[in-house]
């Protein structure tokens, strides 16, 4: 059997803080086959490599992203003196060496329109996994750069079809999930599945996991595996064949 892709979450953001460029680069030398990067719009438009809409869980501060201007982001100072990163900054570091996935905090579509425009304007369109939560999203980005590879992050399973006549390429599915009677159509097909491990119905916090949990995912033969800790997956893949695709295509290590 071939191992997953493996995707790292944020970054490296077992050790690193998440979506910064350490982190980044981190998950890069750990080996990391397409590194996570979120992204969120500021008061002025800019593409925002940031998780939550605020700031409390990083720093503290209850301040919302859609409020702050990006001089006001880029004043933001986190634990070690790390600075929140731009889209366009996490990007220009990644994809020179691998293959990002942009992950669309937002379901409107001007978040969209702002992601596909930065990542032409980086000429990275064939670098770039863009992850969207409805189908107008999907259906929106595939208009605008038809090369663009694009994940789901179904809202509902049973939507499945939506999402791929849209343009979907990979489907997201919540670790907890790969035993649900609702999910079971869409883990058993023939379609791409990437595994964002923890959260929903886990002991983990989301993209966290164990060994014993990583090897029954691998039990399920997803394409790819979203974590905190791509050493984690790599470790537990070592008796693995290498992934049996590059990470823009979809075969990502499901055969046998």
């Avoid at 919302?64 to 634990?79: F, M, N, Q």
């Avoid at 020179?96 to 992950?103: A, F, G, N, S």
């Amino acid at each position: 059997m071939k191992r997953p892709l493996v995707i790292a979450h944020r970054g490296f953001s077992a050790r690193y803080i998440e979506n910064t460029l350490t982190a980044y680069r981190a998950a890069v030398a750990a080996g990391a086959d397409i590194v996570e990067s979120d992204a969120r719009l500021s008061k002025d438009g800019q593409v925002w490599s940031c998780h939550d809409a605020t700031l409390q869980r990083l720093i503290g501060d209850p301040r919302a992203i859609a409020d702050l201007t990006s001089s006001d982001l880029s004043a933001v100072e986190l634990p070690g003196g790390e600075r929140l990163t731009t889209l366009r900054q996490a990007v220009r570091q990644i994809a020179h060496e691998r293959p990002v996935l942009i992950d669309i905090k937002t379901d409107d579509l001007d978040l969209i329109d702002a992601v596909v425009r930065e990542v032409r304007s980086l000429k990275a369109v064939k670098q770039v996994w863009i992850g969207a939560r409805s189908a107008a999203q999907i259906q929106r980005a595939k208009a605008m750069e038809p090369d663009l590879s694009l994940l789901a992050f179904l809202p509902d399973y049973a939507i499945v079809r939506e999402f791929e006549e849209a343009g979907a390429r990979a489907f997201r599915v919540w670790e907890r999930d790969l035993v649900d009677e609702a999910a079971a159509p869409l883990v058993e097909s023939h379609r791409a599945i990437w595994v964002t491990t923890g959260g929903r119905g886990t002991p983990f916090l989301v993209g966290d996991s164990s060994p014993d949990s990583i090897r029954r995912i691998l039990y399920r033969r997803p394409s790819g595996i979203l974590l905190n800790d791509p050493m984690l997956l790599i470790q537990n893949c070592s008796g693995l064949g290498p992934t049996s695709a590059a990470p823009m295509d979809l075969a990502g290590g499901a055969s046998t």
